[in-house]
């Protein structure tokens, strides 16, 4: 996935209201858009290195977008609504082991009236629902986490999906790291020990959790390199 545009570079001031962010760039202070209203923990230090994508709609208030955060010297991806973006670039060019070669990729496709799901895929006679979870959460130096914050949505999405393989789905969560330079993935269960708690339950049931990281740059971000999963 490559940006539109160029992605200008600043300096974090703050984040506020979960929708701004302010920005030093040179000598100005703007105010972007913040696409990612969660906690974001561990990565809104004041000074840190951030990118900004500019846009010339005139329908928008705010002129920039933040793309990226520069936290303990790696690049972290924010945006949690380029997840998809990046993962579908992924399943169409065949970079998730598991899910190569696909017939059909059908995005945001409804399993029940309450919830739908980032994908579902088809091969031969199998059909497949893949849910994305964003990751932007590391507390050491190669071992990314997720969530970041409780999620009762999150833990809707695992029942969901042990829901699935019910009805003959096969079933994948995908957590889609945004993070350089990791090695590991595994769930933050001190942060949400009831999301660790369901997603060892799905993990029985027959959910097929991968962990993948991203290449990140001011030009792009796509799905590099698949992450070992620890249970601990």
Same mark, same amino acid.
């Given at each position: 996935?490559?940006?539109?545009?160029?992605?200008?570079?600043?300096?974090?001031?703050?984040?506020?209201?979960?929708?701004?962010?302010?920005?030093?760039?040179?000598?100005?202070?703007?105010?972007?858009?913040?696409?990612?209203?969660?906690?974001?923990?561990?990565?809104?230090?004041?000074? $840190?290195?951030?990118?900004?994508?500019? $846009?010339?709609?005139?329908?928008?208030?705010?002129?920039?977008?933040?793309?990226?955060?520069?936290?303990?010297?790696?690049?972290?991806?924010?945006?949690?609504?380029?997840? $998809?973006?990046?993962?579908?670039?992924?399943?169409? $060019?065949?970079?998730?082991?598991?899910?190569?070669?696909?017939?059909?990729?059908?995005?945001?496709?409804?399993?029940?009236?309450?919830?739908?799901?980032?994908?579902?895929?088809?091969?031969?006679?199998?059909?497949?629902?893949?849910?994305?979870?964003?990751?932007?959460?590391?507390?050491?130096?190669?071992?990314?986490?997720?969530?970041?914050?409780?999620?009762?949505?999150?833990?809707?999405?695992?029942?969901?999906?042990?829901?699935?393989?019910?009805?003959?789905?096969?079933?994948?969560?995908?957590?889609?790291?945004?993070?350089?330079?990791?090695?590991?993935?595994?769930?933050?269960?001190?942060?949400?020990?009831?999301?660790?708690?369901?997603?060892?339950?799905?993990?029985?049931?027959?959910?097929?959790?991968?962990?993948?990281?991203?290449?990140?740059?001011?030009?792009?971000?796509?799905?590099?390199?698949?992450?070992?999963?620890?249970?601990?």
């Amino acid at each position: 996935m490559e940006f539109t545009k160029s992605l200008i570079k600043g300096k974090l001031i703050k984040r506020y209201k979960r929708f701004f962010t302010d920005v030093k760039l040179d000598k100005e202070i703007v105010t972007a858009h913040c696409p990612n209203t969660g906690s974001m923990k561990g990565l809104l230090d004041e000074g $840190n290195e951030v990118y900004l994508l500019p $846009n010339n709609d005139p329908k928008r208030k705010l002129k920039y977008g933040l793309e990226i955060i520069k936290s303990r010297k790696n690049l972290v991806g924010v945006n949690t609504h380029m997840a $998809n973006k990046i993962v579908e670039h992924g399943l169409k $060019n065949n970079l998730v082991n598991e899910l190569k070669n696909n017939d059909i990729i059908k995005p945001e496709v409804f399993f029940n009236k309450e919830t739908r799901f980032d994908f579902l895929l088809e091969k031969k006679d199998q059909k497949m629902f893949v849910e994305v979870k964003n990751v932007t959460l590391f507390r050491n130096k190669y071992t990314a986490e997720f969530p970041d914050a409780p999620t009762a949505r999150g833990i809707k999405h695992l029942l969901t999906l042990i829901d699935a393989i019910k009805k003959s789905y096969k079933t994948y969560l995908i957590f889609l790291v945004q993070i350089q330079n990791m090695k590991y993935f595994k769930i933050a269960k001190d942060i949400d020990k009831e999301y660790y708690k369901n997603y060892l339950t799905a993990k029985k049931a027959g959910v097929n959790f991968l962990a993948y990281r991203c290449n990140i740059s001011s030009k792009k971000i796509f799905i590099d390199k698949k992450l070992k999963i620890i249970d601990d």
